[in-house]
């Protein structure tokens, strides 16, 4: 029996693709690389930024990164008013549902955890949400199963009272590394079948589908 619920949130809780997008792209610019194309970034969504940016510019000496961390971190703040990120259809009363029902929301991200914070209260989703891991929570990250089995052994949960959602192949991965069931969203940056191949247990094309699955 599912009693806890393991989210997501970039492309699973809020659409943040074009914020990633632009705030890529315009820091590759003012770092002088190539500027990539929208595929490329995409595909990196759900990793830590620092693997984000070495999996576009692979050949990026180490000592480089913290400079691109740095200039990225700068674009975002300036960019985050500009394509502010917006909750997809049904999550708020979705995840207020959820709650109600007993089940422990908590998220998993590989983003940061002050942005992570700062959206999770801004976008009024913070009560619903009972624990939140960021990226420099874990040392190990997505498709790592660090993220979920830490969030099990800190709420006292066993794997199979878990289920794992996200958009991409990294969540899935993840979540059936840890021994959870996991689902898969369709809406986000990835694909049904790349979701499906990764070994979701289902997929649903609407966040509100939750609810159904975890009862």
Not at 169 to 188: F, N
């Amino acid at each position: 029996m599912i009693r806890l619920i393991i989210l997501d949130f970039d492309g699973t809780l809020a659409d943040t693709r074009e914020l990633i997008i632009f705030t890529n792209q315009e820091a590759q610019r003012r770092m002088g690389f190539p500027v990539c194309d929208e595929d490329t970034i995409v595909a990196t969504i759900g990793l830590p930024l620092k693997e984000c940016i070495l999996k576009m510019y692979p050949d990026l000496p180490a000592e480089a990164v913290p400079a691109w961390i740095d200039k990225y971190r700068e674009v975002f703040d300036e960019m985050k008013g500009q394509f502010a990120p917006k909750l997809f259809p049904n999550v708020k009363t979705t995840l207020e549902t959820l709650a109600g029902k007993g089940y422990v929301l908590s998220v998993a991200s590989s983003r940061g955890r002050p942005s992570l914070m700062d959206f999770l209260h801004g976008m009024g989703i913070a009560p619903y949400i009972s624990y939140v891991l960021g990226a420099g929570d874990v040392t190990l990250a997505k498709p790592h199963p660090e993220p979920v089995l830490k969030t099990l052994r800190d709420l006292s949960f066993d794997a199979g009272e878990a289920l794992v959602v996200g958009d991409m192949p990294v969540d899935i991965l993840m979540g059936k590394s840890a021994g959870a069931r996991t689902c898969g969203v369709s809406y986000g940056n990835s694909s049904r079948r790349a979701l499906l191949e990764s070994g979701a247990d289902c997929v649903i094309d609407d966040f509100s589908e939750l609810v159904g699955i975890a009862d």
